[in-house]
């Protein structure tokens, strides 16, 4: 089963207004396990990031000049999801400004749907926890999960936590581990208690003399009197 984390930064909250996407970020997992197979590319808008924009992810439109148009990594992106289930936190938001950045293109690419089935974590999370809050920072910190003591949001380290928030949320921890190294962890295990069997069975054996076999028996007759 190969599945895709994804998170996306933007120029702002909608693109019904004409907000763009400026970084796209991917990680892929097969069988749950992290490949360490993974997609990342800042985007030139071709429009102005919002300031409020800016103080959450800290890019900007000077970083942005020289980077490629959504178009021009289109194809990567398509063929990098095509077949793979696509997990993201709030979902609808994500697909929505990708949907919009093909339609954008006039290259017919379709809709993400098209491509991929899509996992929304944070409708499984309210499942898992209602009533709680249910962010990717509260989710990291109900799972213990390292945030990287980060300041500012980015698509790729989002998604590199997402990844980590889904596993816990879905299997625990144990699945980050690929069963080579379960497997490997068994084996040891198996030759410490061996060793230690081994060792027991070379303990040398000391036999009592007859002299203090009856100075024993002596010292007991004593406890009797």
């Given at each position: 089963?190969?599945?895709?984390?994804?998170?996306t930064?933007?120029?702002?909250?909608s693109?019904k207004e004409?907000?763009?996407?400026?970084e796209?970020g991917c990680i892929e997992?097969?069988?749950?396990?992290l490949?360490?197979?993974?997609?990342?590319h800042?985007?030139?808008?071709?429009?102005?990031?919002?300031?409020?924009?800016?103080?959450?992810?800290?890019?900007?439109?000077?970083?942005?000049?020289d980077?490629?148009?959504?178009k021009?990594?289109a194809?990567?992106?398509?063929?990098?999801?095509?077949?793979?289930?696509?997990?993201?936190?709030?979902?609808?938001?994500?697909?929505?400004?990708?949907?919009?950045?093909?339609?954008?293109?006039?290259?017919?690419?379709?809709k993400?749907?098209n491509?991929?089935?899509?996992?929304d974590?944070?409708?499984l999370?309210?499942?898992?926890?209602?009533?709680?809050?249910?962010s990717?920072?509260?989710?990291s910190?109900?799972?213990n999960?390292?945030?990287?003591n980060r300041?500012?949001?980015?698509a790729?380290?989002?998604?590199?936590?997402?990844?980590?928030?889904?596993?816990s949320?879905?299997?625990?921890?144990?699945?980050?581990f690929?069963?080579?190294?379960?497997?490997?962890?068994?084996?040891?295990a198996?030759?410490?208690?061996?060793?230690r069997s081994e060792?027991?069975?070379?303990?040398?054996v000391?036999?009592?003399s007859?002299e203090?076999?009856?100075?024993?028996?002596?010292?007991?007759?004593?406890?009797?009197?």
């Open positions: 089963m190969r599945q895709i984390v994804l998170d930064e933007t120029t702002g909250l693109y004409g907000h763009r996407v400026i796209i997992m097969v069988n749950r396990r490949t360490g197979n993974r997609l990342q800042y985007i030139n808008p071709e429009r102005e990031v919002e300031a409020e924009a800016i103080k959450i992810h800290g890019i900007d439109n000077k970083f942005l000049q980077k490629p148009v959504f021009d990594i194809k990567e992106f398509c063929d990098f999801i095509n077949g793979a289930e696509l997990i993201a936190h709030n979902a609808p938001f994500d697909v929505g400004f990708l949907n919009n950045e093909f339609k954008l293109t006039k290259a017919q690419l379709g993400i749907a491509y991929c089935e899509v996992i974590t944070l409708v999370a309210r499942k898992l926890h209602p009533g709680q809050r249910n990717l920072d509260a989710l910190k109900r799972y999960i390292n945030c990287f300041e500012l949001h980015g790729l380290l989002d998604a590199e936590i997402l990844a980590q928030v889904y596993l949320m879905t299997g625990g921890q144990a699945t980050l690929g069963e080579d190294t379960q497997k490997s962890r068994e084996q040891r198996t030759v410490k208690v061996k060793q060792k027991r069975k070379s303990l040398p000391i036999e009592v007859e203090e076999l009856a100075a024993h028996n002596k010292f007991l007759q004593l406890l009797d009197e």
